[in-house]
């Protein structure tokens, strides 16, 4: 495995990097939060992003995308989320394209994987019912009616779930809460009947929503997958978004580093810069080093899964593992080199240490993954 990216790989990085500075600096995202924007991402944006073909990364030429791989679409993401770029691309051009292109039947992916292409759609995946990740813990039940199944129950801390068009929903076909066998995966529409979405105000100004649902009516060719194999299948989802979201953390880390290391070299104290004092340079060399190891866990994690590697799993919670940490040392570092100016509405650096406390707990938290890393591993 060479923990490279190819020629086209880093064109798409260049590309991320320059549309991120241009066309949407952290000035954006603060106005997007400011002025208290419903969908906390802009539409005009996201079709510009749709031009460049980012949501059908993951989606088949025949179905309009491109199939430029895991890696392809992370160091996207990865770029985006060095100026906190706000956008559905995570939800929905990394967890719905995926989900669909690679476990929908052929009528689901011709329904909704050209819509995705387009932008015309965006998805969500409702997982998690309280605060703490696990699948297993499924308790929302979806009972068989005839041709349908009636979803009675609530998702909590989902991703886009504020704007999305279409929810995947993990739902309890039998089996008891700790089972991950009896779980099964439905597509519903999010304007059902039944369905009651509250918008979350959180701390990093991102679109997530505690979703409720009320007999809702979900036919059985909605279901993603096989009835009752939504347990391996949402692990095999979330390893492929929790890779994404490692990178997304990556750059968040990156960002934060490299605007302390700015910081650093202009600020004055007894009329010295302080980067020249000696107990600076060595926390701003432990971050870096600590950023180097997650760079190759990260990308670890990426090529394996467009290698289709055996390990991906332990891989997945390693980069996830890897990431949250680094982002949660960097973030509190980088505050603490500015000062009290660091926790002032004035200063970008504080909305990288808001992000990183919300984004190390998304499917699964360093002490989750750690855990599961040495499950994965016989220990």
Request: aromatic share 8%; glycine share 8%; net charge negative.
């Amino acid at each position: 495995m060479k923990l490279v990216l190819t020629e086209e790989e880093q064109f798409l990085k260049d590309t991320a990097k320059s549309f991120a500075d241009e066309r949407s600096p952290i000035t954006h995202f603060r106005s997007l939060r400011d002025h208290n924007d419903p969908l906390l991402w802009d539409q005009d944006l996201w079709n510009e992003m749709t031009k460049l073909g980012w949501p059908g990364i993951l989606i088949p030429e025949e179905y309009g995308g491109s199939d430029f791989g895991i890696t392809g679409i992370s160091v996207i993401l990865n770029e985006c989320a060095k100026t906190l770029t706000p956008s559905p691309l995570f939800a929905t051009g990394v967890i719905g394209a995926y989900s669909i292109t690679n476990f929908g039947t052929e009528e689901q992916k011709q329904k909704y994987l050209p819509k995705i292409v387009n932008g015309e759609l965006t998805t969500s995946l409702a997982i998690d019912e309280s605060s703490h990740h696990n699948p297993a813990n499924t308790e929302i039940i979806a009972k068989k009616e005839g041709s349908n199944f009636i979803v009675n129950g609530k998702k909590t801390f989902v991703i886009d779930g504020a704007s999305a068009d279409l929810i995947i929903l993990l739902a309890r076909t039998s089996g008891n809460k700790g089972d991950m066998a009896g779980l099964t995966l439905f597509l519903v529409n999010s304007n059902s009947k039944g369905i009651d979405k509250i918008k979350l105000d959180m701390a990093d100004s991102r679109n997530y929503a505690n979703i409720n649902f009320s007999e809702v009516e979900i036919p059985d060719s909605n279901i993603l997958g096989d009835l009752e194999t939504g347990g391996e299948t949402v692990e095999d989802i979330l390893d492929i978004a929790r890779i994404a979201m490692a990178s997304e953390m990556l750059g968040n880390a990156e960002a934060a580093f490299e605007m302390t290391l700015d910081y650093l070299k202009q600020r004055k104290q007894f009329g010295v810069l302080i980067g020249s004092f000696q107990a600076l340079q060595h926390r701003a060399a432990e971050m870096f080093c600590e950023i180097e190891l997650t760079k190759s866990s990260v990308m670890g994690a990426m090529k394996a899964a467009d290698e289709g590697s055996n390990e991906l799993q332990r891989l997945s919670s390693l980069a996830k593992t890897v990431a949250g940490e680094t982002l949660h040392l960097v973030s509190n570092e980088a505050v603490q080199m500015h000062g009290g100016i660091g926790v002032t509405d004035e200063y970008d650096i504080g909305f990288f240490l808001k992000r990183a406390r919300v984004a190390e707990q998304i499917f699964g938290s360093s002490k989750y993954h750690t855990e599961r890393y040495a499950n994965l591993s016989g220990f």
